[in-house]
């Protein structure tokens, strides 16, 4: 079965600064990675994901991720923090051995704090 | 293009009354469809899920059910809501194509 983990339940960085959100996933087969962006009292919104094709992934709002098969990590990076980067951040994998119908297994989420 | 259309968005209901949140997507046909609750702290976690017309998978027990009475339609239900049952439940859909989930806007329900 695949599982998430995500470091850090919060995250602080200043504004300008470099953002670094880790994820770090386990699944018995090569996994679908995904990055979700949720702000308060909304849905999730995708922000970028990983399909098996280039390991770099640029994706909406500056933010990108790089897919480490060695690590089983897929870390989602920005160079420069903007105020409106405060939100909920989620990884989630989809494990595609069963069809994808039990949809997605997300991590806990990382509440990403921009101090001004 | 494909929407979600989740209704309420705020929710306030006493002990022991029912439950009706609806879901509904447009633009896409045969989707697989998701409710999923979500708790500070604790990320998001799989309700149910539906392949199918009629057909529920339900992944906890709960004092929750959900229905799929038409394709594009997906309602969580209860009978007797608990206190526990306050959350955030977001409504999801996903095709056998692609991979990514698409949400609505969520529901904050409150139990009182």
């Known amino acids: 079965a695949q599982s998430v983990t995500q470091l850090g339940s919060h995250v602080s960085v200043s504004e300008g600064a470099l953002v670094l959100l880790r994820c770090n996933y386990s699944?018995?087969?090569?996994?679908?990675l995904f990055w979700y962006v949720q702000y308060p009292n909304q849905g999730l919104q995708l922000l970028l994901k990983y399909t098996s094709a280039a390991t770099l992934v640029k994706g909406i709002n500056g933010f990108e991720a790089e897919f480490k098969k060695s690590e089983t990590s897929f870390h989602l990076t920005k160079p420069s923090a903007h105020m409106s980067d405060a939100a909920e951040y989620f990884c989630a994998v989809s494990d595609l051995s069963g069809g994808g119908a039990d949809g997605l297994t997300f991590g806990k989420g990382t509440h990403l704090i921009i101090q001004p | 293009s494909q929407t979600i259309h989740q209704w309420p968005a705020t929710l306030v209901q006493p002990v022991g009354s029912p439950l009706s949140l609806e879901c509904t997507v447009e633009?896409?046909?045969?989707?697989?469809l998701y409710w999923y609750r979500q708790a500070a702290g604790r990320g998001l976690q799989l309700l149910f899920y539906s392949v199918g017309i009629g057909q529920i998978s339900s992944e906890v027990p709960q004092n929750l059910s959900a229905s799929r009475p038409q394709d594009r339609q997906f309602i969580l239900s209860s009978k007797k809501l608990l206190l526990s049952d306050s959350g955030f439940y977001l409504c999801?859909?996903?095709?056998?194509?692609?991979?990514?989930?698409?949400f609505g806007q969520g529901t904050r329900l409150t139990v009182v």
């Open positions: 633009g896409t046909s045969n989707p697989n």
């Open positions: 999801a859909w996903m095709t056998g194509m692609n991979t990514e989930a698409f």
């Open positions: 699944s018995s087969v090569p996994p679908y």
